[in-house]
């Protein structure tokens, strides 16, 4: 059953890959490329999917860029229906500091900034199309209010742990696809798809099992977060 509050705000959808043991990346926190084509694949038809892609600095400094549409097909599949060719892709930086020359900024798609009010200032460069600026913090239930009256209705939410910790405590996840790749990574400093100080058993969030894919060595998993 859905709760009258996600009737007024966009579907998220986090979308995550991680070893067999759950980490995000190594301990030395690198960029996690250890998916396989068939990930990428779906990681692309996610974001195509989506009106705007949600992630933090800490990802996109790991990355240097961000998964856009790249397939001719789901590019025409956003324009046939009404769409532009590229989703938003937003990324949350309370400080603003952001490098200006990584490859990111010079890729052909729609940027948005979610910052504070001082990590706006902090900010000179002109390479964003829209910067947001939420005051001392991010209120992410306000900023979801802010997307709906922005037009946006479905949201792929890329990461980091930190932001997918803060959007499960405020029951702002309506589903999470989440990629079993075949490694061991080990390290206790290693990211993990939720970074946040944990739940107790009972009041954990909980989820729904919708498929389960195996894909060669991989499985997919797809679930969605049940209401409170």
Request: with cysteine; aromatic share 8%.
């Amino acid at each position: 059953m859905v709760n009258d509050a996600k009737l007024n705000r966009p579907h998220v959808t986090a979308i995550l890959a991680m070893s067999a043991d759950g980490k995000l990346a190594d301990y030395q926190r690198s960029a996690g490329r250890f998916g396989s084509p068939q990930d990428q694949r779906h990681l692309e038809e996610q974001v195509a999917a989506a009106d705007l892609v949600l992630f933090g600095a800490g990802t996109l400094r790991a990355y240097g860029t961000t998964m856009s549409v790249q397939s001719p097909a789901l590019k025409m599949a956003r324009v046939s229906a009404g769409k532009p060719v590229q989703p938003i892709q937003m990324v949350c930086s309370a400080s603003g500091e952001l490098d200006a020359s990584c490859d990111f900024f010079a890729q052909p798609i729609p940027r948005w900034l979610l910052t504070t009010t001082s990590g706006a200032k902090a900010w000179s460069a002109p390479q964003f199309d829209r910067v947001w600026s939420m005051g001392r913090a991010i209120d992410w239930p306000l900023v979801m209010q802010e997307f709906t009256q922005a037009g946006i209705e479905t949201v792929a939410l890329l990461g980091g742990g930190t932001i997918v910790a803060s959007f499960l405590e405020a029951g702002l996840i309506d589903e999470i696809w989440l990629t079993v790749c075949p490694l061991i990574l080990g390290g206790a400093t290693a990211p993990t798809p939720v970074q946040s100080s944990g739940w107790l058993e009972d009041v954990a969030p909980r989820l729904q099992l919708i498929a389960a894919r195996p894909i060669e060595d991989e499985v997919f998993l797809h679930y969605r977060v049940k209401s409170a």
